[in-house]
C-alpha cells in the first residue's frame, strides 16, 4: 500500500489547474488583444530581424494590427531595421502619452528614437524604468498583438517586461550553436519562473542553400529540435541563412525578392505569424495539463485522458534525454545500466512550462521531460493504477 507521497507540495501543484499569470494591462495596452515577446539567450542570433519581419508579416498576409516596441536600451536596433525617414522627432501627446512613429501603418517604439546617438551608461533600475515607460505610455491604440523585442540575455528588463506588459507568451530565437542552446534553456527557464509560456523555438541561420547545386547545407551541428522536444514545446521553426536578412533599411518581408531562397523565407515567416496567433489564443484559455504526475515511495503516478498508470521511477530515469544520459546527436547511452540505483527514487516534481516538467531524483540526478515523452514511456513500461489498491 502507497498512502504517502514524497514530494506531495510540487505534486498537489502539478495536480490542480492553473493559469499563466495574467495581470491586469496598463492604459496604454488596454486597446492591445495580445502581447508577444521575442526574445534569446545570446546576442547574434538574428532576434530583432525575426522580430521586425514577423510583425510585418502579420500585417501584410494576415491583416492583424501590429505594433513594435523595441526594449533594448542598450543597444536599440528598430532604427536600423527601418527606413530612417521614419526616426524623426518623437513627440508626446494632448494626454501626456508618447505619440509612436510609423512605418506602412506599424506604430514603433524604440529608445533610439526618443534618444539618437546617445550612448551614455545606463544602470539597471534605471534602463527598466525607461521601458516601463515606453511600454506603458506609448498610445499604441487598437492592436490585435503587440511584438516586445526583448535584449539578449536574462535581466532586469527582462523581469520589468515580464510584469507590466501581461505577456500571452514568448518566442525564443537561437542558432545551432551548442553556446547558443545553452543560454536558450536559460531564457525558457526564466519564462517558466514568471509563468509566461514559450509558444516556439525558432533556429535562425539554420542552413544555407548553395546557388549552383541547390543542396542544403548545414554548416553547424546543434539541437534545438532536440531542446524543443525536451521542453514539450510543439512549435519549432527552422530559418535559412540569406543575405536578405543581413540588409537593413527595410524589412525583408517589404522587400520586391523573387529569389528562391527568399519565397522560402517569406513561406516559414507566414507559417510562424499563423502558428504564434494560434498559440496565443490556444494559451489565453484556462492551463489544464494534458497529464497529472505524482510522487509514491519508488513510483510514478502518471494521469492522463489515456488512463492512470504506475511507473517504476528508476523506468523512467533510465529513459532519460539529458546529455549526461544520451549523446545529443545520436541519442546512444552514455552509461551502464548498473550505474543507476535499483532504489533510485524521484524525490520532487516541478511544472516547466505548459508541456514539460523537472524530476529531482534521490541520486543527485535532475531530468526535463516532456508530457508526450512521459506518456511514451507509461504507454511502454507503465502499470494500470488504481483500479484494484
Given at each position: 500500500?502507497?498512502?504517502?507521497?514524497?514530494?506531495?507540495?510540487?505534486?498537489?501543484?502539478?495536480?490542480?489547474?492553473?493559469?499563466?499569470?495574467?495581470?491586469?494591462?496598463?492604459?496604454?495596452?488596454?486597446?492591445?488583444?495580445?502581447?508577444?515577446?521575442?526574445?534569446?539567450?545570446?546576442?547574434?542570433?538574428?532576434?530583432?530581424?525575426?522580430?521586425?519581419?514577423?510583425?510585418?508579416?502579420?500585417?501584410?498576409?494576415?491583416?492583424?494590427?501590429?505594433?513594435?516596441?523595441?526594449?533594448?536600451?542598450?543597444?536599440?536596433?528598430?532604427?536600423?531595421?527601418?527606413?530612417?525617414?521614419?526616426?524623426?522627432?518623437?513627440?508626446?501627446?494632448?494626454?501626456?502619452?508618447?505619440?509612436?512613429?510609423?512605418?506602412?501603418?506599424?506604430?514603433?517604439?524604440?529608445?533610439?528614437?526618443?534618444?539618437?546617438?546617445?550612448?551614455?551608461?545606463?544602470?539597471?533600475?534605471?534602463?527598466?524604468?525607461?521601458?516601463?515607460?515606453?511600454?506603458?505610455?506609448?498610445?499604441?491604440?487598437?492592436?490585435?498583438?503587440?511584438?516586445?523585442?526583448?535584449?539578449?540575455?536574462?535581466?532586469?528588463?527582462?523581469?520589468?517586461v515580464a510584469q507590466e506588459a501581461a505577456l500571452d507568451a514568448a518566442i525564443v530565437i537561437t542558432t545551432p550553436q551548442q553556446l547558443s542552446l545553452v543560454d536558450v534553456e536559460k531564457g525558457i527557464r526564466m519564462f517558466d519562473q514568471v509563468k509566461i509560456?514559450?509558444?516556439?523555438?525558432?533556429?535562425?541561420?539554420?542552413?544555407?542553400?548553395?546557388?549552383?547545386?541547390?543542396?542544403?547545407?548545414?554548416?553547424?551541428?546543434?539541437?534545438?529540435?532536440?531542446?524543443?522536444?525536451?521542453?514539450?514545446?510543439?512549435?519549432?521553426?527552422?530559418?535559412?541563412?540569406?543575405?536578405?536578412?543581413?540588409?537593413?533599411?527595410?524589412?525583408?518581408?517589404?522587400?520586391?525578392?523573387?529569389?528562391?531562397?527568399?519565397?522560402?523565407?517569406?513561406?516559414?515567416?507566414?507559417?510562424?505569424?499563423?502558428?504564434?496567433?494560434?498559440?496565443?489564443?490556444?494559451?489565453?484559455?484556462?492551463?489544464?495539463?494534458?497529464?497529472?504526475?505524482?510522487?509514491?515511495?519508488?513510483?510514478?503516478?502518471?494521469?492522463?485522458?489515456?488512463?492512470?498508470?504506475?511507473?517504476?521511477?528508476?523506468?523512467?530515469?533510465?529513459?532519460?534525454?539529458?546529455?549526461?544520459?544520451?549523446?545529443?546527436?545520436?541519442?546512444?547511452?552514455?552509461?551502464?545500466?548498473?550505474?543507476?540505483?535499483?532504489?533510485?527514487?524521484?524525490?520532487?516534481?516541478?511544472?516547466?512550462?505548459?508541456?514539460?516538467?523537472?524530476?529531482?531524483?534521490?541520486?543527485?540526478?535532475?531530468?526535463?521531460?516532456?508530457?508526450?515523452?512521459?506518456?511514451?514511456?507509461?504507454?511502454?513500461?507503465?502499470?494500470?493504477?488504481?483500479?484494484?489498491?
Amino acid at each position: 500500500m502507497l498512502k504517502t507521497c514524497v514530494g506531495s507540495s510540487a505534486a498537489s501543484t502539478l495536480a490542480r489547474r492553473r493559469r499563466f499569470a495574467s495581470p491586469s494591462k496598463p492604459n496604454g495596452l488596454a486597446k492591445v488583444q495580445s502581447v508577444l515577446a521575442v526574445a534569446s539567450g545570446k546576442g547574434g542570433v538574428g532576434k530583432s530581424s525575426v522580430c521586425v519581419n514577423l510583425a510585418y508579416t502579420m500585417q501584410k498576409y494576415m491583416g492583424l494590427k501590429v505594433g513594435i516596441l523595441d526594449s533594448d536600451i542598450y543597444g536599440p536596433s528598430l532604427p536600423t531595421m527601418v527606413p530612417a525617414s521614419v526616426a524623426e522627432k518623437v513627440y508626446g501627446s494632448d494626454r501626456g502619452g508618447i505619440l509612436p512613429l510609423y512605418f506602412q501603418g506599424v506604430p514603433l517604439m524604440s529608445m533610439g528614437f526618443l534618444r539618437p546617438g546617445e550612448h551614455a551608461p545606463i544602470r539597471g533600475p534605471m534602463a527598466s524604468a525607461m521601458v516601463k515607460q515606453m511600454l506603458t505610455t506609448t498610445e499604441w491604440g487598437e492592436l490585435d498583438c503587440l511584438l516586445i523585442d526583448l535584449p539578449p540575455g536574462t535581466g532586469d528588463i527582462h523581469l520589468t517586461v515580464a510584469q507590466e506588459a501581461a505577456l500571452d507568451a514568448a518566442i525564443v530565437i537561437t542558432t545551432p550553436q551548442q553556446l547558443s542552446l545553452v543560454d536558450v534553456e536559460k531564457g525558457i527557464r526564466m519564462f517558466d519562473q514568471v509563468k509566461i509560456p514559450t509558444a516556439a523555438i525558432v533556429e535562425n541561420m539554420s542552413f544555407f542553400v548553395c546557388d549552383g547545386c541547390g543542396k542544403r547545407h548545414e554548416i553547424f551541428q546543434g539541437s534545438s529540435e532536440k531542446l524543443a522536444k525536451d521542453f514539450g514545446i510543439p512549435r519549432f521553426f527552422r530559418f535559412p541563412l540569406s543575405p536578405a536578412l543581413s540588409r537593413t533599411g527595410l524589412p525583408f518581408i517589404l522587400e520586391d525578392d523573387s529569389s528562391s531562397i527568399a519565397e522560402m523565407l517569406r513561406r516559414e515567416y507566414q507559417r510562424l505569424a499563423k502558428e504564434a496567433q494560434a498559440a496565443v489564443q490556444e494559451l489565453k484559455g484556462a492551463f489544464r495539463p494534458s497529464l497529472r504526475s505524482e510522487v509514491a515511495g519508488a513510483l510514478l503516478i502518471l494521469r492522463s485522458e489515456e488512463g492512470e498508470f504506475a511507473i517504476a521511477a528508476r523506468e523512467v530515469l533510465l529513459e532519460c534525454r539529458s546529455a549526461k544520459m544520451r549523446d545529443e546527436m545520436t541519442g546512444k547511452r552514455l552509461f551502464r545500466d548498473d550505474e543507476i540505483p535499483q532504489n533510485v527514487t524521484a524525490l520532487e516534481l516541478s511544472s516547466a512550462g505548459r508541456y514539460a516538467m523537472y524530476i529531482r531524483w534521490s541520486n543527485e540526478h535532475r531530468s526535463l521531460f516532456s508530457f508526450d515523452h512521459l506518456k511514451e514511456i507509461a504507454a511502454k513500461k507503465g502499470q494500470i493504477w488504481g483500479k484494484d489498491r
